[in-house]
Each structure stands twice: as structure tokens, then as C-alpha cells.
């Protein structure tokens, strides 16, 4: 396989299974050790750098951990390190980094780089939040993030002359990225798509696999995914929701026909990993990653969804999502099943979504109870629910028993009662990591609590269940 | 002043250990070690790691030179476990291989067969079955059987600190390559330099001569690398020297959390007692100390829980005893603060118990018991320039700690889901390495004939901002351009016999001593100065050289060439020596401290009595920093410190299994604070005071002492807690995790 991609300023061609960390070839072939290596695993944000995709004719870039991202996903893309960024003097951001002292030992501060830049160069949002938001995959055990908060606003201040029309220009004036940034677009028109290999093991954004496989991941046979790049995006057809298998958190996150329906789905799908991980992470991996844990697939269980399959030989099957969990980290699935398809219906204004999730630490944390619910309801009646709960049994799990009992009974604290007495009954956590199994089921209490206080907040409250 | 190396930092131009242009032909290593915490060694199987083509060799205790012994303070550690392994992550040898992928697919391939012994992890268990490092300590003030009668509230208890992982975000390593003669150089990522060249000379039997150690800047280090970057660089030393070639070794972060040891846990018994005015009259209390399977540093820092055991209080009686307990976990080391945050903590766990069955507040306890002038500490040390009572004082007038407390009061009775709490968190702590011995340092400058200057000083750069201020100390006393100025790497053939940079002491000592080469050097300069104008006084300033009425003026790079015409030394060597520090161990009586740093917080969070998580509203401190020579270096330790305290006393939980396997191995199983989980408001005040002459420049060492802070965020929590449930009794059992938390407000009564 040959993998072309610009890095920097410079094309560069790889031959090769592709399979290697984006993060290896960066420091160790290219020697740019500006990007650094803090744990390998998606944690720290050390080696965050920008990886930029032509689309119409503009290039779009997006911050992402380079330790899980195997080198073919870069194909036919621009990665920027911190080298890429550098200009005469002080870019915009490392600027507002040095003044507001947002660096100490400097290990992590490459990373704050890129992701604040990151941010410049998306510019989608422009609050202090939303620039806070860009660091939230960046560990610094130095500063205290005080700092890097104050430096955060100095660069949206900056950030608020950038022209959006044409904004990769304007940023180059305004000293944020250095002029070789305006020819890229050119440059990425002419590499050819990654012909696709087949029979081998899939990956789609790498950061499951890249975590659990670590030491021999570089000469495994690997199937990437992004090798088809037609495969995402998100579609809307007979009021069902179409995800297709390189779907992104990220993107979902941001698909206005499920947020038109779920005013809180953008704060629920940013409690899920870090913004450069989100950037990578697929739904479709998450659901085949079958961690108990797993956020989008606790919602999207009580989406109540459907995944369609596709074998080597192109036969096709649709199952419902939670009989696709047999058991710990088992399948109704073959090996040569690729999910081509993951729907759900169209989430209508009258829909009741809610999701909670508790980890110990709230940001880029793994939960340790986790519990979606969708609800129809008229004047006080639970049409129909679907309830979801994680890390409180070997799968990710559909509450069948729970979600049928609530059908068809009024919203009030005696139905919440005795709808948590049945969820108890189905689950069965045990201690670990996460948090001791008496916690859990507190907890799984507790957030099952929080989805009539959150939902129906007129209504119930937490002094009344209790 | 901005810190210096602040442009390539964030430019990614700084060079950190594995950052260093490998040399043609460089081999990597990697130990692999023991995975189980007790047991003897039955047998090693390498047959098919050495086989793996890339291999070079894999070696045991059986092919060390020298000692297989890397103990710092007491000679208990091997380099190697040769029988018996004491630690699970314990190594036992080392595989050499042309790349540290193939040195992983080798070590998978090793098999080693154990006999298993009993596990210990549990302090007070080992305490019981007398593993113990040392004999117990004990210091006494006054006399505490008798003092019991005089107190109305007799208050007794026990409380758990857990341990604290450094997670410094560049992991340990080192890199040595073989020179002529049999002599190596060593980079390695540490904060001794020394320590590392003492370790290497006796494990591979040569003099400290042959063994040149450099250290450009560390990625972090907060005490994880004072001791244990040693064990790394000894490696690499010994691999480049049996194989004659360069040898490198960067920790995978697992490795790294797995092998080292931590902040030390801490299981404690106190008993407190008051009058009817909230004096505290006697105070009782037992550490112990949970040191892991070798001494490593632990027994110091035991010593500097003891020294701290009363905080920033005056208590005429007290009986403080600490036993350092050896149990089979890592041995655990050096972190910021050293064994005072442990001995802090029980000392507010005390105070908060009595106030909560007083049915006061404690800052009624805190407020009332702090040290001033002409009090003495249990260690003998009669308090001089007190700031505890002005930092109370200031902190909770300016910050209103009234207004605070009605707030929080109105806002829980009016809200039944979310639950206020605050604390307030007086901080003294003691400067000079307890150790006196350890209190010296040297710096060496020479003046090159272009007027360029360059400094090396026994201290090691890790993001705290010593290198900035060296080149203030400089920049202040030639009064050149700091573009002149040039602070290099931390180097044992410039600087020998260094201490380590620790104990938040590496600015004082180095700079102390640095000042004294650069005013022989001034002086000097001075008299050519005097000579060329045939004026009595000259002034140094803006890179000029004037006589003192102003009417000649030189340049300094003028100044710089005529003194080496006129052959005068334009180089000095200086040693420093902190004056009036003495301690007696056979007494425990002394005056171990130069000085002491002071302040006070006032820590405010809202529980969310649902889910049991919570978020610090705001931080605000008032900090005795002296004349603080860089207020921008000194607030960046003081907010960076409380975050790391915070961090220890609500999310960082480390975890072993009974059979002392580390559960909590890597930064997705272990929480630091991350940019969301820090407090929404941290502010930052100064007394303003002189400091003392012992601090360079009178600015205060501010390293260690802001970590203290966060201590408050415990007990702030706690009374939140209370809030909710106000009748359950609730252990003191840091740190408080949204689990604990979530458990604690629904606790039964
Ligand atoms: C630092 C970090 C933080 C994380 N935080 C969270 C979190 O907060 N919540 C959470 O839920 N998860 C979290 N994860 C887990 C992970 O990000 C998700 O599970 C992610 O959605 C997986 O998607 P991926 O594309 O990266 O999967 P990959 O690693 O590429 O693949 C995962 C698995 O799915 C298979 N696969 C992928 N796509 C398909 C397909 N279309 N058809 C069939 N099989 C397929 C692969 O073969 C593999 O077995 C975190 C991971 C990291 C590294
Ligand atoms: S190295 Fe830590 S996120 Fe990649
Ligand atoms: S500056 Fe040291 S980790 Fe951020």
C-alpha cells in the first residue's frame, strides 16, 4: 500500500501496511519530535496534531490524537504538528500561550498548540467555552490549566477579526498559521483514494483497537475503513436517522436532525471522550467494541436502533441493536460482517431523550454507570420507553423489563419507585475500576432518578424520591 | 519575567529525553519485571526472548559489575531482584534489543516461575508483624498525659490518605553512550543528577569520575524523579557499558506507572484535645507510613511528617510517633511536599472531628491555635516571623469569610439537590532540606571575552521556573542584557556533589550560591572598572559600566575584554552553605528550617446531592511569598500546586489489588484533574512582607507549599456531605471520589 499524505509542508509517501501509529512515523520517521508521547492510549493529548480533509475545494481540519491513528487514516489528508504551525516569531497562539505563562515543564504544551489552533481553524464557535472545550482532550499536571484558560481567551479575542469567507487566508494574515497553509488545498487534489484490501481485521478510527492491540498493531493486517470514503455521513430517509460506519461522534454530535429534536444532545455526546478522540471515533466501532460502557451505545440502545450487516459476499442483514449483545464482548455478528448501516427514528420534538453519565472524573473519563432514556408520553402517560443502562452487567444493556413496565403508567414518584425496584432486578454490576457494585447500584439508581427529575422537572423532584 | 524557555516550548522546539538525535547504532532497553509482590524466584526462562531476531541480550543480577544496589539512604534496594522479589513491577532484568518494540514482543516471550509468600499492603499490618524500614520517631512537646485533664473536648480517631501517582507527562528515561576510557555519558530525566552518577559508578564498579550525567530539562518531575529516574539511567549505563554501545530507555507509560513508587499512603490514629475556649491543649498522633518494599526516600519522608504534624498551629503538648512500614508495593518516594500534606491532613481531620461534635465550625479551631512569633514547634524550632495569623487574617477580611458562610448557609437552605461547602486552609511549611547535610549547593559562571556569559548551577530545570530565575540573579548583578546570559544544562563535570532539586529549595540554595560567584566576578570586574576611570565607585547597569558621578561609562563587553588583557580571572566556582540550620536526631530537637512559608485559602464547592459529583466554585488564597522575585513564575507553582492537591484529595485514587498488583495503571484508569475539573475561580493574593534573608532575594521557595491548599477541598466536600446527611457517621478517607461522595450522602444513620 502506498500512503501519500502532506505533512507539513511536505508530500510524503509511505510504503507499507499503513497499520503503524501516525504518532511513530511523525516522531521517529520524519523526526519532528515537537510532538510528544505521553501514554499512547488517547489520555493526554501529547501528541495532538491537526489532520485537515478537502471537502468542496477547502481543506477542514480537526485535532486528533496521533498515538491511536494508524498512518493509512492519514491518506489523502494534510497533518500539521506543531512544527507546521511555526512562523517567524510567535504564531498567534503561542503568543497567548507564552504571555499568559500557559506553560511550565512545556511537555504538554505542543498539544495545547494544536488544539487550540485547532480551533482557530474551525472556527464554528467562538465562545470561551467552545475554546476551553478544543483543550478538553490536553492533560497538564504543570499550570493548574489556569493559564491555558486565560491564554484560551486572548486567542479568541484574536480570533474575533478572522473573516469567515475565505478563512484560511485571513488566518494567515492574522499570524495564526504560517502562508504554505493556502496551497494545500491543491496539493490534496491530487492524490488518489487508498485502493480498499479486504479480509482482515477492520478499523474504522482506531481507538479501540489501537488501545487494546498497542504492541502489534504496526504488523497486523489491517482494513481501514476510511479507505471508503464514501461511507460518511449522516442521512435522513423516511424519518429514519442513517449513520453509515465511519460516522463520527463528532459528527454526530452536530447532526441538526437529531439536536432540532434533543436540545441536549450536544452536552450528552460531549461527556464522551475528549474532542480529538471524538474527532476519530466512529459509532459503529463503538457499537462493535461492546464495552459495557459504551456511551453511544447506551443511547442509541434507547434510540431503540437498528444495525444492517454486510458480509464479504455483500448479504446483507438488519437487526434491532440490543439483540446484538450475546454476552461479555460477544456478537450476533461474523467475523466478515462489517456494519454498513446504523439507523434509528428520526427523533421528533415530542420524543423525551435524556441521558446521564457519572465517571469520576466528568471529562474524558469512562463511566461508571451510565443510562439513556427515550420516552412518548400524552397529559401525564407514558406512551412507550426505552431505557438503557450501562456498566452494571457484561453488556451494554437494554432494560426490556424496566422500559415494558413504564409503558402505559402515569408519570409519578410510586411508578419511578416501583420502575427502579424492576431495574434493580435486571442488573448485576460488580466491582472493579469503576467503583464498588453497592456504588453502582446506587448510582444506577440515582441517574434513573435523574431522568424524571431532568425530563419531567414540574412534576418530580428529588426530595419526593428519596 | 516570563519563563525563558516558554518560546520553545511552545514552538515544540525544547529538547526533552527522548528527543535527543540518536547516535548511529543506538540500542534500546527494557526491564521486565516481577508480576507478582512477594514470592522467591524459581526459575528465568529467556531461551526465547534472546532468540527473537533484534535481541542483543538480556540481562540479570549475575551480570552486574558492581553492587546490585541502588538504595539511596539505606542499602536495600537491588538494581535486579536476584531471589526473593518484594514488589509486583519489581525488575529482575533487562532486555537489550535495536528497538523498544522488539524489547516488548521479548519481554512477552520471558517466563518466570515464582514461589509465592503472604502479601502485605496494608501499613498498620505490617506495623503488626514489625516490617519496618526503621524504628519508630517520635517527637514530644510538653507533656501530653498530663495535659489531657486541662481539655473540655477529648477527641479521638483515625483517618486514610491514599497514595498520589506523579504523572509527570514525560516519562521516566535515560540515554548513556560509552566514551573513551571506559567512561559514559548519561542524559537522564531527573532531578539528581548526583544520585544517578553515585548509582552508576556503584553498579558498574567505576569511579563517579568516569561517569558524566547532563540534564537539559525534565517534562515534570514533582519528586517522582528525585529518587526513581536513578533505577532508569543505572540501566542504560549498564547496557551501553556491556554492550559498548548506545543505549536508550523511555517508559511506556504503563511501565512507568506500574514500577515506581508514589506518594506515600498513610493510615493515621490522633486524639485532640481542647479547652473551653478552643485552645488545643495536647495532640496525640500515629503515623504510619506506608513506605512499599524498600526505603528509597520514605524515611525522610517520615521525618517531614513529624515536622509537620501540627500544620500551622501551636499545640504546647503534643506526642507525634511515626512508623515507616514496609509492605510489598513499590517503594514509594518523593512527591511535592514530601510527607507534610500526609502529616497536615490529620492534624485538619483532628480539628474538623472536634469542631463537628463541638458543633462549631472548624475555622473557629483553625482560627484560634495559630503559631506566632516565640512559640516553638515540637521539633524544638522557636517560631520567628510568624505569618500565619496575617495570612488568616487577610484571607478571610479581603475574601469575607462571613459573607461566605451565610451564603453557603441560605443557599443550602434552599436547595435540597445541590449542597455548598467550604473550608478554609491555613498552610505552614518549613524550608531547607530536613536532611542539614543536604543543604549546600554551587554554581560556576564564566564571563567569555565577548561579554557572553554562561551559568551552570547544581539545579534542574522542570517547569518551575529556576533557570528563569538564575538568570534574573545574573541579569540583576552585571546588569546585562538576558540575552547575554545563558543557563545551561544541569551537569555533573560542572557542578559535583549536587543535592537534588527539591524540597522546594533548588532556587535559594543554587541562587545563593550563584550570587556569590557572580558578585567575585563583579567585584573583579570592578576593579578594572575602577582602574579605567580612576573613580572609587562604578555602577553596573543597562549593559554599561559607569563611574559613579556618571561621566565615563564603559561598555560591559568593553569592560570584559580589557579584564582579560589584563589577565583577571573572568570565571568563578561558588559554594553556598544555608547558615544556621542544625537538627539532632538523637533529640529530635533543632532548627532544621532556614525560614517558613505561610498562607491561607478558603475553598468553596457545590455537591450535586444526586449524582455525587462535584465542582470547586472557587479558590482563593493569600500567599507569604516574601519579595517574590517573579510573581509570574511564583503564581503559575501556587496554582499548579493546588490543582495537584485537589487533584490528590478528590479524583487521584490509587488503587492496588490484595495481591498488590497496581489496578489503577494508566490515565485511563487513574484521574487527574483535567481542564474542567479544576475550581471555576482561583485568585491569588500576597502578604506584603520582607522576606527573610535566607530566601534569594528574600523571595520565598514557593514549589511545595501551594499543594497544601488543596487539602481544604477534602474537608470542603465534607461539609457539603454534612449538609445532606447531616447525622451519619462519616469516616475521613481521602480521597474523596464522586463514589465515596455519592456513598457518603445516602449513608444510613
Ligand atoms: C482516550 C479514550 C477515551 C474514550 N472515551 C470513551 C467514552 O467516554 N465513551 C465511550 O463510549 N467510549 C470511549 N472510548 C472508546 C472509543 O473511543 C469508542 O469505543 C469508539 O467509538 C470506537 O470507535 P473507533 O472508530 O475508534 O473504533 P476502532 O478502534 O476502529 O474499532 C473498534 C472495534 O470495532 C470494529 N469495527 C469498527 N468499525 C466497524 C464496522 N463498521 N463494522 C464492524 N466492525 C467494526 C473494529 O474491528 C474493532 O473491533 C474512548 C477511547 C479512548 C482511547
Ligand atoms: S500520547 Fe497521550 S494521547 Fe497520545
Ligand atoms: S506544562 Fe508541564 S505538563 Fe503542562
Known amino acids: 500500500m502506498q500512503i501519500r499524505f502532506v505533512l507539513n509542508e511536505q508530500m510524503v509517501i509511505v510504503s507499507g501496511n499503513g497499520s503503524g501509529t501516525l ?327 415530542h420524543t423525551l431523550f435524556n441521558f446521564e453519565k457519572v465517571s469520576k472524573r466528568t471529562h474524558l473519563d469512562i463511566a461508571s454507570v451510565n443510562t439513556a432514556i427515550a420516552i412518548e408520553t400524552r397529559d401525564m402517560l407514558i406512551l412507550s420507553a426505552g431505557c438503557s443502562v450501562g456498566g452494571v452487567g457484561p453488556i451494554p444493556l437494554y432494560l426490556r423489563e424496566t422500559s415494558k413496565f413504564l409503558a402505559g403508567r402515569k408519570i409519578n414518584v410510586e411508578t419511578i419507585h416501583l420502575a427502579e425496584q424492576v431495574l434493580q432486578k435486571e442488573i448485576n454490576p460488580i466491582s472493579d475500576a469503576r467503583g464498588q457494585k453497592d456504588y453502582k447500584r446506587l448510582l444506577a439508581r440515582q441517574l434513573f432518578f435523574s431522568h424524571f427529575i431532568t425530563l419531567f422537572p414540574s412534576l418530580i423532584n428529588l426530595e419526593d424520591l428519596i | 519575567m516570563i519563563n525563558i524557555d516558554a ?45 527473537l531476531p533484534g535481541i542483543k541480550t538480556v540481562l540479570l543480577a549475575g551480570d552486574i559489575p558492581g553492587e546490585n544496589q541502588i538504595g539511596s539512604i539505606i542499602p536495600d534496594e537491588p538494581l535486579f531482584a536476584a531471589h526473593e522479589i518484594h514488589y509486583w513491577g519489581q525488575p529482575i532484568g533487562l532486555i537489550i534489543g535495536i528497538s523498544e518494540q522488539v524489547c516488548r514482543r521479548a519481554r512477552k516471550l520471558i517466563k518466570v516461575s515464582y514461589d509465592e509468600l503472604p502479601v502485605i499492603t496494608c501499613p498498620r499490618e505490617a506495623q503488626k508483624q514489625n516490617q519496618l524500614i526503621i524504628p519508630p520517631r517520635k517527637f514530644t512537646l510538653g507533656n501530653v498525659a498530663q495535659a489531657w485533664e486541662a481539655c473540655t473536648h477529648i477527641i479521638e480517631g483515625s483517618t486514610d490518605i491514599n497514595g498520589q501517582e506523579h504523572l509527570y507527562i514525560e516519562t521516566q528515561g535515560a540515554y548513556a553512550w560509552p566514551k573513551e576510557d571506559g567512561s559514559l555519558y548519561v542524559a537522564s530525566s531527573t532531578q539528581g543528577p548526583t544520585a544517578v552518577q553515585r548509582a552508576i559508578a556503584a553498579v558498574l564498579n567505576l569511579p563517579m569520575h568516569k561517569i558524566e550525567v547532563n540534564v537539559v530539562r525534565l517534562g515534570g518531575g514533582f519528586g517522582g524523579k528525585e529518587d526513581q529516574a536513578t533505577m532508569w539511567a543505572v540501566m542504560a549505563a549498564l547496557a551501553a557499558r556491556h554492550l559498548n554501545k548506545p543505549v536508550k530507555i523511555s517508559l511506556h507509560r504503563m511501565d512507568d506507572m506500574c514500577m515506581t513508587g508514589k506518594r506515600h499512603p498513610y493510615t493515621a490514629d490522633f486524639k485532640i484535645g481542647l479547652t473551653d475556649n478552643l485552645k488545643i491543649m495536647a495532640y496525640e498522633v500515629t503515623h504510619f507510613q506506608n513506605a512499599g518494599a524498600s526505603a528509597d526516600l520514605s524515611t525522610s519522608v517520615l521525618e517531614r511528617t513529624l515536622f509537620h504534624s501540627t500544620n500551622a498551629y501551636y499545640i504546647p503538648n503534643v506526642e507525634a510517633t511515626a512508623w515507616c512500614c514496609k509492605t510489598n508495593l513499590p517503594p514509594n518516594t518523593a512527591f511535592r511536599g514530601f510527607g507534610g500534606p500526609q502529616g497536615k491532613f490529620v492534624i485538619e481531620a483532628a480539628i474538623v472531628k472536634a469542631a463537628e461534635k463541638i458543633g462549631i465550625s472548624p475555622d473557629d479551631i483553625q482560627k484560634a491555635n495559630l503559631v506566632t512569633d516565640g512559640n516553638e514547634f515540637p521539633y524544638g524550632q522557636i517560631v520567628q516571623d510568624a505569618r500565619a495569623k496575617q495570612s488568616w487574617q487577610e484571607c478571610t477580611s479581603i475574601y469575607n469569610l462571613d459573607r461566605v458562610k451565610q451564603e453557603v448557609e441560605a443557599f443550602n437552605l434552599a436547595n435540597k439537590s445541590y449542597k455548598k461547602g467550604y473550608a478554609v486552609q491555613p498552610v505552614c511549611f518549613g524550608i531547607s532540606f530536613t536532611n542539614t547535610m543536604m543543604n ?180 482563593r488564597i493569600v500567599h507569604d511569598s516574601g519579595n517574590s522575585m517573579n510573581l509570574t513564575v511564583d503564581n503559575g507553582q501556587i496554582e499548579g500546586g493546588l490543582v495537584q492537591g485537589i487533584g490528590w484529595m478528590t479524583l487521584e485514587e490509587v488503587v492496588y489489588s490484595k495481591q498488590g498488583k497496581l489496578i489503577s495503571n494508566a490515565l485511563s484508569t487513574y484521574k487527574v484533574p483535567d481542564i474542567y475539573a479544576v475550581p471555576k475561580e482561583i485568585d491569588i493574593r500576597h502578604l506584603d512582607t520582607i522576606g527573610p534573608d535566607l530566601a534569594i532575594k528574600k523571595s520565598k521557595a514557593v514549589g511545595e507549599p501551594p499543594l497544601m491548599y488543596g487539602l481544604g477541598a477534602y474537608f470542603a466536600i465534607r461539609k457539603a456531605v454534612k449538609a445532606f446527611n447531616p447525622y451519619a457517621e462519616l469516616t475521613i478517607d481521602a480521597p474523596y471520589t464522586p463514589e465515596k461522595v455519592l456513598m457518603d450522602l445516602y449513608k444510613k444513620h
Not at chain 1, 508521547?37 to 485537515?52: K, M, N, Q, W
Not at chain 1, 515543564?105 to 489552533?117: N, Q, R
Request: net charge negative; glycine share 6%.
Open chain 1, 23 to 349: 504518532l511513530d512515523f511523525i516522531r521517529y520517521e520524519a523526526h519532528l519530535k515537537g510532538t510528544k508521547i505521553g501514554c499512547r492510549e488517547g489520555d493526554c493529548g501529547a501528541c495532538t496534531v491537526l489532520v485537515g480533509t478537502l471537502h468542496d475545494e477547502k481543506v477542514l481540519y480537526k485535532s486528533l490524537t496521533s498515538c491511536l491513528t494508524p498512518l493509512a487514516n492519514v491518506h489523502g489528508k494534510h497533518v500539521v504538528t506543531v512544527e507546521g504551525v511555526n512562523i517567524n516569531g510567535l504564531n498567534k497562539v503561542q503568543e497567548s500561550i507564552v504571555t499568559h505563562s500557559g506553560t511550565q515543564c512545556g511537555f504538554c504544551t505542543p498539544g495545547f498548540v494544536m488544539s487550540l489552533t485547532g480551533f482557530a481553524l474551525n472556527g464554528t464557535d467562538s465562545d470561551l467555552n467552545a475554546a476551553i472545550g478544543a483543550m478538553d482532550g490536553n492533560i497538564c499536571r504543570c499550570t493548574g490549566y489556569k493559564s491555558l484558560e486565560r491564554a484560551a481567551q486572548s486567542v479568541l479575542n484574536d480570533i474575533h477579526s478572522i473573516d469567515d469567507t475565505n478563512r484560511t487566508n485571513s488566518l494567515i494574515k492574522a499570524q495564526f498559521i504560517p502562508e504554505y497553509f493556502s496551497t494545500i488545498a491543491e496539493e490534496l487534489a491530487t492524490i488518489e483514494p487508498l485502493s480498499v484490501v479486504s479480509e482482515a481485521i477492520i478499523v474504522a478510527g482506531g481507538t479501540d483497537v489501537y488501545v487494546k492491540s498497542h504492541d502489534d498493531v504496526s504488523e497486523m493486517s489491517l482494513q481501514f475503513l476510511s479507505a471508503k470514503p464514501t461511507y460518511d455521513h449522516i442521512a435522513i430517509s423516511d424519518g429514519q436517522c442513517i449513520l453509515k460506519p465511519n460516522t463520527t461522534v463528532s459528527e454526530l454530535m452536530v447532526c441538526k436532525h437529531v439536536l432540532d429534536a434533543i436540545p441536549g444532545w450536544y452536552q450528552y455526546l460531549k461527556l464522551v471522550s475528549s474532542t480529538p478522540i471524538r474527532n476519530i471515533a466512529t459509532i459503529a466501532g463503538n457499537l462493535v467494541n461492546a464495552s459495557p460502557i459504551g456511551d453511544l451505545t447506551i443511547i442509541l440502545l434507547a434510540l431503540n436502533s437498528k444495525i444492517t450487516m454486510t458480509d464479504t459476499h455483500q448479504n446483507q442483514r438488519t437487526i434491532w441493536l440490543k439483540d446484538f449483545y450475546k454476552g461479555y464482548k460477544t456478537l450476533d455478528k461474523t467475523e466478515d460482517e462489517i456494519i454498513t448501516e446504523i439507523s434509528f427514528r428520526q427523533p421528533e420534538s
Open chain 2, 7 to 51: 518560546q520553545n516550548h511552545v514552538k515544540g522546539k525544547s529538547i526533552y529525553l527522548d528527543d535527543i538525535p540518536e547516535v548511529n547504532g543506538t540500542l534500546h532497553c527494557l526491564p521486565f519485571y516481577a508480576e507478582t509482590a512477594h514470592a522467591h524466584i524459581t526459575g528465568i526462562d529467556l531461551q526465547d526472548a534472546k532468540q
Open chain 2, 440 to 619: 549546600h549547593a554551587r554554581a560556576l559562571v564564566h564571563i567569555y571575552q565577548d561579554g557572553s556569559v554562561v551559568v551552570s548551577t547544581g539545579a534542574v530545570e522542570m517547569g518551575q521556573g529556576v533557570n528563569t530565575k538564575m538568570l534574573q540573579i545574573v541579569h540583576d548583578i552585571f546588569g546585562i542584557n538576558t540575552e547575554k546570559i545563558r543557563i545551561e544544562s544541569t551537569n555533573t563535570l560542572r557542578i559535583a556533589n549536587t543535592s537534588p532539586t527539591a524540597a522546594s529549595a533548588g532556587a535559594d540554595l543554587n541562587g545563593k550560591a550563584l550570587e556569590m560567584a557572580c558578585n567575585t566576578l563583579r567585584k573583579r570586574l570592578t576593579e578594572v572598572a575602577q582602574r579605567h576611570f580612576d573613580a572609587n565607585e562604578v555602577a553596573f547597569r543597562d549593559g554599561n559600566i559607569f563611574s559613579s558621578d556618571k561621566s565615563q561609562q564603559i561598555s560591559w563587553e568593553k569592560l570584559v575584554i580589557m579584564a582579560f588583557q589584563q589577565r583577571v580571572a573572568l570565571s568563578e566556582h561558588a559554594h553556598y552553605v544555608t547558615p544556621v540550620i542544625h537538627y539532632d536526631k538523637s533529640k529530635e530537637k533543632g532548627h532544621p528550617f532556614a525560614y517558613h512559608v505561610y498562607g491561607a485559602a478558603i475553598l468553596q464547592v457545590t455537591v450535586d446531592c444526586l449524582k455525587g459529583t462535584y465542582q470547586f466554585d472557587s479558590v
